[in-house]
């Protein structure tokens, strides 16, 4: 997981210090489900589910779903894709990003605590709004 800003500095070190043709692997570390559900719930104040649902009841569930979408032509919230994509364990090695780049990375807490600010200052300002 790593910030979008993080990145953002990095495409744009990228331009200036990048070689022509080469390929950067931006992150920061691998957070497992667990981990994430975690630090959101640390960092917002609100507890996340308990509950652990297993990986093939998921893979029935967005089976199920992916279905239903192509029957009905509405949008699903679980695919497939996304159900294997959270469950794919890959922890990348930035070294060459930070090597040639001098790319940084804020930790993930920060960053969630950073979104989930900026969600309610979102949120606030749509119902003040309303």
Sequence with gaps: MVDARDVAQAMLKAVDCGKSGERYILNESYHTMEEMIQT???VSGVAGPKRHIPYLASIAYA??????????????????????????IQDVIS????????????????????????????????HTKL
């Design 40 to 42: 959101l719930g640390k």
């Design 63 to 88: 089976s199920v779903m992916e279905i239903y979408g192509r029957l009905t032509h509405k949008p699903i919230l679980v695919s497939l894709e996304g159900v294997r994509a959270l469950h794919n």
């Design 95 to 126: 070294a060459k990003a930070v090597r040639e780049l001098s790319a940084t990375f804020r930790p993930f807490e920060e960053t969630l605590r950073d979104e989930v600010n900026w969600y309610r200052s979102q949120t606030r300002t749509v």
